[in-house]
Nanobody
């Protein structure tokens, strides 16, 4: 069973950039597709981005295109989420999840991290 640990969250100013990391305990990490999701207070969890096992195929929620970039380094067992031009509405707990099948549906992801808080002040 793979364990995922997110890092890189924190308190930032609107307009700043951030890189979130998701590091896995299991090798080879390349056997898993990985997704990023977020959940803001009082709101449902929403899909942000996903990346295929090789890293060749990314996918983004329509509302995330342009400011969010997902990438991975399988040699480091890590998937990254680059976020530019942060807005207060990006404030949420960001979770990464892993699954053997590439999907954008949170319900299909089997393994989840504990999340990292991102707070964007205006």
């Amino acid at each position: 069973q793979v364990q995922l640990v997110e890092s890189g969250g924190g308190l930032v100013q609107a307009g700043d950039s951030l890189i979130l990391s998701c590091t896995a305990s299991e090798v080879p990490f390349s056997r898993y597709a990985v997704g990023w999701f977020r959940q803001a207070p009082g709101k449902e969890r929403e899909f942000v981005a996903a990346i295929s096992r090789s890293g060749a195929t990314p996918a983004y929620a329509n509302s995330m295109k342009g400011r969010f970039t997902i990438s991975r380094d399988n040699a480091k067992n890590t998937v990254y989420l680059h976020v530019n031009s942060l807005k207060p509405e990006d404030t949420a707990v960001y979770y990464c999840a892993a699954n053997w099948v590439f999907t954008t549906s949170g319900n299909e992801y089997k393994f989840w991290g504990q999340g990292t808080q991102v707070t964007v002040s205006s």
